[in-house]
């Protein structure tokens, strides 16, 4: 049984450009968060998706928007990258009785 | 949901028992006390939560004070593996539920 599943491991990117990380949650799991965590912190929660629609999000500016797929499949996208952006994305997914499982990450570098 | 207080390193000999202790002294009756680790550069893994009784699994034990007020997270016979960073998290407990995660604590099993 996979587990988390994200894509890409690692990107580099430059000040304003966009970039979509993807996710493949566990299996049967149907809501999928997204947590971005800067070097020597916690991870901090952006949003969480359920039936394709955000349900709660976190202190995030618009610029952080997501989506969900109806095989519960998400993408994470950042428009207009800044260098405060590089981090390690992190996806964790769950049902409405389980504990969360994260993926691996996406470690993103803004340049 | 409630705050957390947790000691920012700890050290401990391979083997030998860990004990992480972690504050919540404003817990509510309705929230659970949950434990993650983060072994560097991977995502968060679950370890073990619990409401109100003493919880163990093939991975750790948990003990909850009978106020609730603090638990410890006790790792039975430490392995260089179980170096990481160790996150006590407080939560209504539901698969929809986001995590705020702290900065933990730092353990550091040596030879």
């Known amino acids: 049984d996979a587990g988390v599943t994200q894509s890409p491991t690692h990107l580099i990117k430059t000040r304003g450009q966009q970039v979509t990380l993807r996710c493949s949650p566990k299996?049967?799991?149907?809501?999928v968060s997204w947590y971005q965590q800067a070097l020597g912190q916690g991870p901090q929660f952006i949003f969480q998706?359920?039936?394709?629609?955000?349900?709660q999000r976190g202190n995030f500016p618009d610029r952080f928007s997501g989506h969900q797929f109806p095989n519960y499949s998400s993408e994470l996208n950042v428009n207009a990258l800044l260098l405060g952006d590089s981090a390690l994305y992190l996806c964790?997914?769950?049902?409405?009785?389980?504990?969360?499982?994260f993926g691996e990450g996406s470690r993103l570098t803004v340049l | 949901d409630a705050k957390t207080t947790q000691p920012p390193s700890m050290d401990c000999a391979e083997g030998r028992a860990a004990n992480l202790p972690c504050n919540h002294s404003?817990?509510?009756?309705?929230?659970?006390v949950y434990w993650y680790r983060q072994i560097h550069s991977q995502g968060p893994q679950y370890i073990i939560h619990?409401?109100?009784n003493n919880e163990t699994n093939e991975m750790a034990s948990l003990i909850i004070t009978e106020d609730r007020k603090s638990s410890t997270l006790i790792l039975p016979h430490a392995t260089l593996r179980d170096t990481a960073v160790y996150y006590c998290?407080?939560?209504?407990?539901?698969?929809?539920?986001?995590?705020?995660f702290g900065k933990g604590t730092m353990l550091l099993v040596s030879p």
């Open positions: 404003t817990i509510s009756g309705n929230e659970y």
């Open positions: 299996s049967g799991h149907d809501t």
């Open positions: 964790a997914s769950s049902s409405s009785t389980g504990e969360l499982f």
């Open positions: 998290i407080v939560i209504r407990d539901s698969g929809y539920s986001t995590l705020t």
């Open positions: 619990g409401l109100k």
């Open positions: 998706y359920y039936e394709e629609e955000e349900r």
